[in-house]
T-cell receptor
């Protein structure tokens, strides 16, 4: 079946502009996660959605970052007034429920802020 | 707090050699899950294995094997008879039930298999 998809695959933006990144999870997966991966580093957790529960936003680095999810479908990560340090690959993952279930990752969006 | 340490930043081996990637974790929770992911040059993370804290039985899948030892808080990954296609960054990750739902990742080990 279809995996997690993300768009765009690459995004170049000027410092100070807003960007929106999109994630389509695997159908039937109720949990959705956003991570950030800076060049040569591991993954940093950003935000987690589970069904209609309030999202876990504990990983968002600043109030310039926000995310939304409509039900159990598409999610959008928005970065306002982008800074050069926001340059990274943003990865989305989804899983069944939570707990033990493994997360399946999308191909990521490479964001470059010039 | 939980933490995953992958002390090996980069490893290079020649094809057909065996290689072990180390992973050491820290958590105060008694129930937790450990994962290994592979990130090839294409960038997409590929799930390899999940292991829960109550199951210390080692697992073998083809050329891959995993050694889970709670006594040393380690979950090492061995590739036998390595191949060029094994070249990738490998991440070890930890998830507990008592804390946040996200995976805590190690910094990754870049494995290069030379022909």
């Amino acid at each position: 079946g279809a995996g997690v998809s993300q768009s765009p695959s690459n995004k170049v933006t000027e410092k100070g502009k807003d960007v929106e990144l999109r994630c389509d999870p695997i159908s039937g997966h109720t949990a959705l996660y956003w991570y950030r991966q800076r060049l040569g580093q591991g993954l940093e957790f950003l935000i987690y959605f589970q069904g209609n529960s309030a999202p876990d936003k504990s990983g968002l680095p600043s109030d310039r970052f926000s995310a939304e999810r409509t039900g159990e479908s598409v999610s959008t990560l928005t970065i306002q007034r982008t800074q050069q340090e926001d340059s990274a690959v943003y990865l989305c993952a989804s899983s069944f429920l939570q707990g033990a279930y493994e997360q399946y990752f999308g191909p990521g969006t490479r964001l470059t802020v010039t | 707090a939980q933490k995953v340490t992958q002390a090996q930043t980069e490893i290079s081996v020649v094809e057909k050699e065996d290689v072990t990637l180390d992973c050491v974790y820290e958590t105060r929770d008694t129930t937790y899950y450990l994962f290994w992911y592979k990130q090839p040059p294409s960038g997409e993370l590929v799930f390899l294995i999940r292991r829960n804290s109550f199951d210390e039985q080692n697992e073998i899948s083809g050329r891959y094997s995993w050694n889970f030892q709670k006594s040393t808080s380690s979950f090492n990954f061995t590739i036998t008879a390595s191949q060029v296609v094994d070249s990738a960054v490998y991440f070890c990750a930890l998830r507990t039930l008592g804390s946040a739902r996200q995976l805590t990742f190690g910094s990754g080990t870049q494995l290069t298999v030379l022909p």
